[in-house]
């Protein structure tokens, strides 16, 4: 399979960061969901023979880190916070307007392709809360206008 | 990008080069930069380890063990390379304090790595950032770039006759990650399952070799050390509680923000003073004084100095920073659930008392929030917990365990008040909602 230039470099610069091939593992994992959108069967192909592994290695892996999917995803993906920071600043009523005006669930996406939304733990953002992460963009100090504001923009670029 | 605030009880070290553009090079170096590490090639490795051990620096990831302690248990002689692997893994809830270093100044940390490798007699040092914190990886491996580009890595550093290499390392979402040995396990490309100790990462680490862990504040404060001196950097705290902690205030308080203040800090000023109080005209109802794992203190236990030792007096823990600060608007038996959702989601289920522990205590605290729970639910949690502690090789069945039984301890009418199908007190017009349930 093919991944784009910028991946490859990537690849090519950190394989001699470690001793042993396997340890690129997991950034590795994370860059080629970037640009997939999902942890494919193929993609797990790949990457286990790029890093002589097996592909149950390579599972066994993904499981453990939450940020690692193997199911497609919205083109966004809203990341709620309601760990204990958020959640004492109204960090579900984030959660739960998301959930009105999106239309769907925890981990749920739009019919349209368009956004995921997902309950998350605790993303760094406490003293900025209640806060939320749509794919690496962080959005704080939100409320549910703001975050409804925020849910516009995306769908409009 | 996160905000910054100020207030004058400020003593900034760590955070002195906040706001002032210090993520590029030459600023870095108009603001002091790389001048400790060059002052630090001059120094026996032994004499920078007592530096270090002098200025009362302990680790700001939580443990609060010696930074200079911890360096001065690598052996001299190792048939293995050693590593200096700095933790930025940062995610116990309420501290986000690693993530205003990354931002306002990497080269900080890059500094406190070469220094540490000088310390113990590495070559190579790695930065672990979560996954999250992509904006922050992006910075920090622009730093590392320019760093070599300069000569300040690689062979030969500052023409010292000496190398040193920094790798970025990046997470994928995972919060025992920031436990020092499931660290090791994610960056040989593992679920970060615990190592059992001993051996200790200072004698076998990653790849079998030494390797000294630190967490990123520790990691920016040393250089601060190095140029200021022990004495001057252990005296800014009480006895043994060295230096300046950045603390995370955040939760119910008017300026909720990352305030560098002096160890040992009163907690009822940072709350009144540097954080201007309860909003709303509410009242103060408890304080999670260290992130989500530490005990929690009422409001009639915060005139405490924040330091190690005097926290754990109080019988909690001065943890990683963050303070959260509730109202008497919140709820606490919601509170502990939240908690406890959090470890339970996290739990690795290596150890069969924090997986089958937070399992259990998760669903008891669904039921009691949801009226249903039984008068005895309220003792077994507490039985249960108490069974947890020190029963698994990493802490996060403590860090599940402890603020579970201060909860119950302190706030036990609350729990009661819950009980026989009652509607939960703090919940608008008595609908309770059932916290969605993550799939795991």
């Known amino acids: 399979m093919k991944f784009s230039d910028q991946f490859e470099a990537r690849f090519a610069e950190m394989l001699p960061h470690y001793p042993t091939k396997r340890s690129a593992l997991v ?18 192909a790949e990457l286990a023979q790029r890093l002589e592994l097996t592909e149950l290695e390579v599972r066994n892996v993904i499981s453990y880190y939450s940020m690692l999917t193997t199911r497609p995803r919205g083109k966004y993906n809203v990341q709620v916070c309601t760990n204990i920071s958020c959640l004492v600043r109204g960090g579900e009523d984030i959660l739960h307007h998301c959930q009105k005006k999106l239309g769907i669930g925890n981990k749920g996406t739009t019919a349209d392709g368009m956004f995921t939304l997902e309950e998350v733990e605790c993303i760094g953002a406490c003293s900025w809360a209640p806060a939320a992460q749509v794919n690496y963009d962080y959005h704080e100090n939100l409320t549910a206008e703001k975050m409804e504001e925020i849910l516009e923009k995306y769908k409009s670029i | 990008m996160a905000y910054l605030v100020s207030h004058p009880d400020e003593v900034k070290i760590v955070s002195k080069r906040f706001g002032q553009s210090a993520a590029n090079l030459d600023r870095y170096l108009e603001l002091d930069g790389y001048n400790a590490v060059q002052k630090a090639l001059a120094m026996e490795p032994d004499a920078i380890i007592d530096e270090v051990k002098n200025s009362g620096l302990r680790g700001r990831g939580g443990a609060g063990f010696s930074a ?8 001299k002689q190792s048939a293995k390379p050693k590593y200096v692997l700095c933790n930025g893994d940062e995610s116990e809830p309420g501290t986000c304090k690693d993530r205003l270093i990354f931002e306002h100044d990497p080269h900080s940390v890059i500094e406190g790595v070469i220094i540490a490798g000088l310390a113990v007699g590495s070559r190579t040092g790695y930065i672990y950032i979560r996954g999250e914190y992509r904006y922050l990886s992006v910075i920090m491996q622009k730093a590392i770039r320019d760093a ?6 690689g062979k030969n550093i500052f023409g010292s ?3 040193f290499d920094i790798y970025w390392h990046g997470g994928a979402g995972a919060y025992e990650v920031g436990e020092e040995s499931a660290l090791m396990e994610s960056l040989e ?3 970060g399952i615990p190592r059992i100790r001993p051996p200790f990462p200072a004698v076998v680490g990653l790849w079998g070799g030494p390797t000294v862990i630190n967490n990123a504040e520790t990691l920016a404060s040393v250089p601060h050390i190095i140029l200021g001196g022990a004495d001057w950097y252990a005296k800014l705290g009480p006895p043994k509680n060295g230096g300046t902690r950045l603390f995370c205030l955040s939760g119910n308080v008017e300026k909720p923000g990352v305030y560098e203040l002096p160890m040992g800090y009163n907690l009822k000023k940072m709350i009144y003073d540097v954080g201007g109080g309860i909003p709303n005209g509410r009242s103060l109802k408890a304080v999670v004084p260290g992130g989500s794992s530490t005990p929690c203190l009422t409001a009639d236990e915060i005139d405490i100095s924040m330091d190690f030792d005097s926290v754990a007096k109080a019988g909690s823990m001065l943890g990683s920073g963050g303070v959260v600060v509730l109202d008497d608007a919140q709820c606490i038996v919601k509170f502990a659930l939240r908690t406890m959702q959090f470890y339970q989601h996290e739990s690795c289920g290596w150890c069969i008392p924090c997986r089958e522990g937070t399992d259990w205590l998760k669903k008891t605290l669904v039921r009691l929030h949801s009226g249903g729970g039984l008068k005895k639910d309220i003792d077994n949690m507490q039985y249960l917990s108490e069974n947890m502690l020190g029963r698994t090789f990493c802490p996060l069945g403590d860090a599940a365990a402890m603020p579970t039984i201060a909860f119950v301890k302190k706030f036990r009418k609350e729990f009661e008040d819950h009980l026989e199908g009652r509607p939960c007190p703090y919940e608008k017009q008595g609908v309770v909602e059932q916290l969605p349930v993550l799939a795991h």
Request: glycine content about 14%.
């Open chain 1, 27 to 44: 950034p590795t994992l994370l860059y080629a969901q970037d640009e997939v959108g999902f942890l494919s069967d193929e993609v797990i």
């Open chain 2, 68 to 75: 200079g302690m911890k360096w001065s248990f690598v052996p």
């Open chain 2, 148 to 153: 070599y580009s300069r000569g300040f890595l």
């Open chain 2, 161 to 163: 006759g000496r190398d």
């Open chain 2, 189 to 191: 490309g593992k679920r």
